[in-house]
T-cell receptor, first 112, second 115 residues
Framework: ETGVTQTPRHLVMGMTNKKSLKCEQHLGHNAMYWYKQSAKKPLELMFVYNFKEQTENNSVPSRFSPECPNSSHLFLHLHTLQPEDSALYLC???????????FGPGTRLLVL | AQSVTQLGSHVSVSEGALVLLRCNYSSSVPPYLFWYVQYPNQGLQLLLK??????LVKGINGFEAEFKKSETSFHLTKPSAHMSDAAEYFC?????????????FGKGTRLSVIA
């Protein structure tokens, strides 16, 4: 499989659940990103990892917890989310943080 | 810090007509500029990018954009719209090699193509 893949593609969870989103890139890139895309809002950068080290956290609530075990995999662990967290969560990767980003298809999350 | 403004959250054109999506940016250093497209239920796909060199950049699907430093603009055009061009388009800016901040995206412009 090529490019950036994300699983699951759709997720419905209650506010007390714990779930994880997975992203995998097959491009040999060193940087990976999590974005949140809500209706009628700009893309919000959540986290940046470069060579497995977190380099940016844009004031994201602690109920979102990223994990980057290696340069090819990125997780977003979710717990005690709120309905306003319902959105499309996009993963991206790039060779370096200044290079072109390649996006996965996203996980559509609905929090009930 | 960089910022991006996309004029018009929704643009509607007839099939075969010119497509013009506007993007203005703010950057304190020479920028890298990007246009991405997002089709329904999909992630973002790179259309084209400007880093250095020729200011008229050609991308996929017949799109092109011109970097105009004096106007701080990077408008996206296509001579003749096709139904398959209906999507959301995002302009983005980075500080390039002069900075260390990843992409900043505009709010997006939804393009509708009328038959």
């Amino acid at each position: 499989e090529t490019g950036v893949t994300q699983t699951p593609r759709h997720l419905v969870m209650g506010m007390t659940n714990k779930k994880s989103l997975k992203c995998e890139q097959h491009l040999g890139h060193n940087a990976m990103y999590w974005y949140k895309q809500s209706a009628k809002k700009p893309l919000e950068l959540m986290f940046v990892y470069n060579f497995k080290e977190q380099t940016e956290n844009n004031s994201v609530p602690s109920r979102f917890s990223p994990e980057c075990p290696n340069s090819s995999h990125l997780f977003l662990h979710l717990h005690t989310l709120q309905p306003e967290d319902s959105a499309l969560y996009l993963c991206a990767s790039s060779q370096g943080t200044l290079e072109t980003q390649y996006f996965g298809p996203g996980t559509r999350l609905l929090v009930l | 810090a960089q910022s991006v403004t996309q004029l018009g959250s929704h643009v509607s054109v007839s099939e075969g007509a010119l497509v013009l999506l506007r993007c203005n940016y703010s950057s304190s250093v020479p920028p890298y500029l990007f246009w991405y497209v997002q089709y329904p239920n999909q992630g973002l796909q790179l259309l084209l990018k400007y880093t250095t060199g020729a200011t008229l950049v050609k991308g996929i699907n017949g799109f092109e954009a011109e970097f105009k430093k004096s106007e701080t603009s990077f408008h996206l055009t296509k001579p003749s719209a096709h139904m398959s061009d209906a999507a959301e388009y995002f302009c983005a800016v980075s500080e390039g090699v002069a900075g260390n901040t990843p992409l900043v995206f505009g709010k997006g412009t939804r393009l509708s193509v009328i038959a």
